[in-house]
Nanobody, 123 residues
């Protein structure tokens, strides 16, 4: 059993900052890429940022220079520091992890999603 639990969402004013966290737990052998995605009402889910195990990052153009993704491999946790927030950043934010689960005699690699956390940017 693997769980990804996000925290840190809520209401923030335009121009404000917020940090999201996502902790993975369960019978995890190793986590490769981790990422954040978001889905605004009436829109498709879109990539926000990803980070690989070595720390290389990738960002959507819309958040470059404002958001920073980081991770703590020892804690199986990924973070998203969001600065200069805009109303258009309002969405449900989901974390994703590409990981390997370990069993007695085999391992399975698959992608997992958190349950999502709501971020609302409004005055």
């Amino acid at each position: 059993q693997v769980q990804l639990v996000e925290s840190g969402g809520g209401l923030v004013q335009p121009g404000g900052s917020m940090t999201l966290s996502c902790a993975a737990s369960g019978n995890i052998f190793i986590i490769y890429d981790m990422g954040w995605y978001r889905q605004a009402p009436g829109k498709q889910r879109e990539l926000v940022a990803t980070i690989n195990r070595g720390g290389s990052t990738n960002y959507a153009d819309s958040v470059k220079g404002r958001f920073t993704i980081s991770r703590d491999n020892a804690k199986n946790t990924v973070y998203l520091q969001m600065n200069s927030l805009k109303p258009e950043d309002t969405a449900d934010y989901y974390c994703n992890a590409d990981l390997v689960r370990s069993f007695a005699s085999y391992r399975i690699r698959d992608g997992y999603w958190g349950q999502g956390t709501q971020v609302t940017v409004s005055s």
